[in-house]
């Protein structure tokens, strides 16, 4: 019998000079900061253990990134100084109670207008 052997995913989002992409397997995702429209923090349940997310969304695009994408750190790090409006411990907070969703709007640009 053959095995197939799976192609590692390649899961990633990286700061570029005024923004970001997200790479998820072949697609990479361009942003610049000041396009993004909103930001959705959710929690999904993985039977022992939640995976904090976020989706991301322009006029024109949407993409979501985990805290498992490689360069999670920094660019949350980086997000939350571009949008002052992001709790600073968003991600503390989505986590409880265990195994909700907890979906929370962290920024929207049409509410955050002064």
Not at 11 to 17: A, N, P, V
Not at 55 to 82: H, L, P
Not at 99 to 112: A, C, I, Q, V
Request: glycine share 4%.
């Amino acid at each position: 019998m053959f095995w197939t052997k799976k192609k590692k995913r390649i899961e990633k989002i990286e700061l570029t000079e005024n923004g970001f992409q997200v790479h998820y397997d072949d697609k990479i995702t361009q942003f610049q900061w000041s396009e993004i429209e909103k930001l959705t923090g959710f929690k999904v349940d993985r039977l022992t253990t939640d995976n904090i997310c976020l989706k991301i969304e322009s006029k024109t695009k949407t993409v979501y990134a985990t805290e498992e994408f490689q360069g999670w750190r920094n660019f949350i790090d980086k997000m939350i100084n571009e949008f002052p409006q992001v709790d600073k411990i968003w991600e503390g907070i989505i986590a409880k109670p265990a195994f909700k969703r907890n979906e929370t709007e962290l920024y929207n640009r049409n509410k955050n207008v002064g």
